[in-house]
């Protein structure tokens, strides 16, 4: 029994298949898709062998006139055979021919109750049962698709013809599934912020899968790992917390695992993080500029704030400066975001505080010029060395024809104004020595200071390694040297005093007001500017910024907190202190 199929019309620029391409050992002139209909005999299993011709997506054809397709369907043993017919009009395309063709199988078997076992007088038709016979075809671009029969699906009179119907269902089938579309991958970057958890999902797109995932060159980003999401491995995400910056690249694999097609994709990675820790105070009504920061990426960022408000009167600028003058104090809350503007772009995130401080106002103490002084024998972690500076404030309310001793060690004097029995004549002098007594530095300024209600601020600093000493009053260079020697500066003579020469010399004790004392073991270049303005704004005190981190000696506040030293040297003994009337 057998049923004729109409032959497909197909539009005459329709691709042509190729016998390059054959996989089943013969050969095939060119031609259009056909359709092939088939009936084996009346008590054999319907079998409907759709065969076409690949296709180079995403070209579709369609019929251009029209056509009849039609098969029989067989039926028990006495009962006609029936006929089932589709016509396919014109511009029928392939898809729906294919709909065409389940509609009718479907048809045909509500239609057919009396399929196998046949009846006792039919043909001796057995069902084979043993493995899988397998079919594959192949796209213009190299793609294969490869189905699998079972044996057991088929009726046959033998092996051997189980066996080639088996093969023939999978080859069609093989073509009728045939998938040209080449493997890719939906991303080819992944983007990261440093220590911060996150899932990146990625789809294997084309092919026919399922697909196996694997790295096959270069590594992950530190912390980050593959995760399959879907059965087929068409859905996978990297996952994990990225711990190491930096822009890198690794090598992915995807192997169809049906047809052994692979494709090979290399990722670019970029881990970003903002690295500023924390941002400094600001105080009110000074200026205040500091610089964000951020690593791992091009170098290229984009600040902007994204949550909160910086302090009143501070703004941040594309580059990440947060500059400005605060108004008002208190401490605001944000969030930063930094985004690398060089592709692959990544955005990462981070908050901060910062705190506006009320505007810093120097406290003063008063030495009544006889019994007033401040000593200390040594100081805690002390030791000879040869840089040193000084800063702090004063100003002097007694006779003009006595001296005013700032600071001594020992038995040699450290800061005074010098001894005069001229009231027109009234530097600053500087010595410092050595444990010899050899002096080393020999200085004075070029100024005369009197008493007077006017605040003076000194900036003295020394590095005796090159030799160099600057001597700064009122932001003026006021250096005039006498000695410069290169040497060690003695430190830990015992006894250090503010304000007088020793406890049993009243009359070189200072009569004035000092603030802000400050002296460190280190250099600064007080002819930059710069370092001038770590200690005043050009007029009045600042809090040093640098310091006073390291300071041995830092004298701040009234008469109750200014013996205390917020330096590391320890506490002074203060004898007759008193608050000073006024303030720098």
């Known amino acids: 029994m057998s049923a004729t199929c109409q032959p497909l019309i197909c539009p005459a620029d329709a691709p042509r298949y190729s016998s390059a391409l054959a996989t089943d050992g013969g050969s095939k002139s060119p031609q259009c898709p056909v359709i092939d209909c088939r009936v084996r005999g009346a008590y054999e299993t319907y079998s409907l062998q759709a065969e076409f011709y690949p296709v180079v997506i995403p070209y579709d054809w369609s019929i251009i006139s029209g056509a009849d397709i039609m098969f029989i369907c067989p039926m028990c043993a006495g009962n006609p055979n029936t006929i089932i017919t589709r016509t396919i009009q014109q511009g029928t395309t392939f898809s729906q021919i294919l709909a065409l063709l389940s509609e009718m199988l479907a048809e045909c078997g509500s239609m057919s109750a009396c399929f196998p076992p046949p009846p006792p007088d039919g043909p001796a038709i057995q069902l084979f049962t043993n493995n899988n016979a397998y079919g594959t075809a192949v796209c213009p671009n190299g793609i294969y698709y490869t189905v699998s029969v079972s044996r057991g699906t088929i009726w046959a009179l033998s092996q051997a013809a189980a066996d080639a119907e088996a093969r023939a269902l999978a080859y069609a089938r093989a073509r009728a599934g045939l998938n040209c579309t080449p493997i890719t991958f939906s991303l080819a970057t992944f983007t990261w912020c440093q220590n911060v958890g996150f899932s990146q999902t990625f789809t294997i797109l084309g092919g026919t899968g399922p697909f196996n995932l694997a790295v096959t060159a270069g590594a992950l980003p530190a912390g980050l790992a593959l995760q399959q999401l879907s059965g087929n491995g068409r859905q996978w995400a ?39 820790a924390s941002l400094p105070d600001a105080t009110v009504g000074v200026a ?57 772009t990544v955005t990462c995130t981070k908050a901060f505080a910062l705190t506006a401080s009320p505007a810093f106002s120097a406290l003063a103490v008063n030495f009544n010029g006889t019994t007033t002084y401040l000593s200390r024998p040594d100081f805690i972690g002390n030791a000879d060395g040869q840089q040193i500076t000084f800063s702090f404030w004063f100003k002097l309310n007694g006779g003009n024809g006595k001296h005013a001793i700032f600071w001594s060690e020992g038995d040699a004097y450290c800061l005074r104004d010098f001894y005069s029995f001229y009231p027109t004549y009234k530097p600053i002098s500087i010595k410092l020595h050595n444990s010899a007594l050899s002096s080393l530095v020999v200085c004075a300024s070029n100024s005369s200071y009197f008493s007077g209600p006017t605040w003076h601020h000194v900036l003295f600093s020394a590095d005796l390694s090159v030799p160099v000493a600057r001597l700064w009053i009122d932001d003026l260079n006021e ?74 000696v830092y004298l701040t506040g009234n008469s109750v907190n200014f013996p205390n030293n917020s330096g590391s040297g320890g506490a002074f003994t203060a004898v007759a202190l008193t608050d000073c009337s006024d303030i720098p």
């Open 479 to 552: 250096y005039a040297e006498t000695t410069l020697l290169a040497g060690t500066i003695d430190f830990t003579f015992l006894n250090h005093w503010i304000a007088t020469f020793d406890d049993l010399t009243p009359y070189t004790r200072l009569e004035g007001c000092l603030a802000e004392f400050w002296r460190k073991h280190v250099y600064y270049d007080f002819n930059i500017a710069a370092n001038r303005r770590l200690f005043d704004d050009g007029g009045t005190p600042l809090k040093p910024v640098e310091p006073p981190s390291g300071a041995i």
């Open 238 to 276: 990297l996952t994990g917390t990225p711990t190491v910056l930096g822009i890198s690249s690794v090598t992915l694999t995807a192997l169809d695992t049906h047809n052994g097609n692979a494709k090979i994709q290399v990722m670019a990675n970029k881990v970003l993080a903002i690295t500023t």
């Open 288 to 344: 205040y500029s500091q610089a964000l920061a951020a690593s791992g990426g091009s170098g290229q960022y984009l600040w902007t704030i994204t949550a909160g408000s910086l302090p009143a009167g501070l703004a941040i600028d594309q580059g990440g400066n947060i500059t400005g003058t605060p108004t008002t104090s208190g401490t605001s809350n944000f969030t930063v975001s930094a985004q690398d503007v060089v592709a692959p």
